[in-house]
């Protein structure tokens, strides 16, 4: 068993505070959702996905938990040994179903969990060897593609990429077809992509998942500020923001925005960012999508469609594409 982090040679310092500030100074005003994910944005987002109304976590460990070996005969089907690289692996605790069926089936792999937050490389470095006796392990900290590329440079074997948890629905279609036909790029032919869509479905449950009565998503959201303050010497005053989802059935987006209370001045180490009242900060996208949506995606960005796994109540589903 090996467990090594490797750390992206980016300064994600310098990257957080530029892209911090190329988004505040534009019109409209926008972050960047994987900055979330700080020690407490984690345990915030576990709160998020405990909460009754964020059926998405559910929806997905249903499939994991009873589809895992049909996942597993799906992957190993090619017969060859394999890198299993999963994007945004935060806790593991979906993906580990996953692994252990792969484990159980003696398959030979090793497995990459790429995540933007040093937190969680490191605390998954620390006790998934522990449930997993025998695994594979290197843990890549850094941004998607520079540990995807990493990746690539340590091993040659097949590649079998994890993108789960609707990671791809925190991009507008116009982007996630980017961001797909970027990821084939870095694939070679019969690579295996299993990427999670959360599913068009009642707007009043899609909207009450983003907007919850705890005020817990308001929080996550809000502590991105926190952490501006206290990483990129920033003085946002929280209290004068507030958290507001709204929810576009036709075209699937859920979008969620921090709106300025008042009018003021915002300082982020000696650049000063400049709200009007009732300015909005545009901060994540939560895309749903059509089957036929995630289909036509796939072939737009030179995947083939394989399989779905659906929860029993088509909430969500989780595909497999091969590089075409």
Not at 21 to 32: I, V
Not at 179 to 194: A, N, V, Y
Request: include cysteine; glycine fraction near 6%; hydrophobic fraction near 35%.
């Amino acid at each position: 068993m090996t467990t090594t982090t490797i750390e992206t040679t980016t300064d994600n310092k310098t990257q957080f505070l530029q892209e911090t500030l190329a988004g505040l100074h534009s019109e409209p005003k926008f972050m960047r959702s994987k900055y979330f994910y700080d020690a407490t944005g984690d345990r915030i987002f576990q709160q998020i996905m405990e909460m009754e109304e964020y059926y998405l976590t559910n929806a997905e460990m249903e499939i994991l938990q009873y589809q895992a070996n049909q996942i597993s005969q799906a992957i190993s089907a090619d017969g060859s040994i394999f890198d299993l690289i999963e994007l945004g692996a935060g806790d593991a605790t979906k993906s580990i179903y996953l692994l252990k069926s792969l484990l159980d089936s003696q398959l030979e792999f090793s497995y990459f969990p790429i995540d933007i937050s040093a937190h969680v490389i490191s605390d998954l470095e620390e006790n998934l060897p522990k449930k997993l006796p025998g695994l594979d392990m290197k843990g890549l900290n850094g941004d998607y593609f520079n540990m995807l590329t990493k990746a690539t440079e340590l091993s040659s074997r097949r590649k079998v990429v994890l993108f789960m948890g609707a990671n791809i629905g925190n991009m507008s279609i116009a982007d996630a077809g980017k961001f797909c036909s970027s990821l084939k790029k870095l694939l070679s032919p019969k690579d295996l992509l299993i990427i999670g869509f959360d599913l068009k479905k009642n707007p009043k449950q899609i909207l009450s998942a983003y907007n919850d009565k705890g005020g817990i998503t308001r929080s996550f959201n809000l502590n991105l500020l926190h952490r501006i303050n206290k990483e990129l010497d920033g003085n946002f005053d929280l209290n004068n923001f507030e958290h507001y989802a709204s929810y576009d059935p036709e075209s699937g987006a859920c979008k969620s925005y921090l709106i300025s209370l008042k009018k003021q001045i915002v300082n982020i180490g000696q650049n000063a960012i400049h709200f009007a009242e009732n300015e909005d900060i545009f901060m994540e996208i939560s895309q749903k999508y059509s089957l036929n949506d995630i289909d036509q995606l796939a072939e737009k960005t030179g995947f083939k469609p394989l399989q779905r796994f659906f929860d029993q109540h088509q909430y969500f589903v989780d595909a497999i594409w091969k590089v075409d």
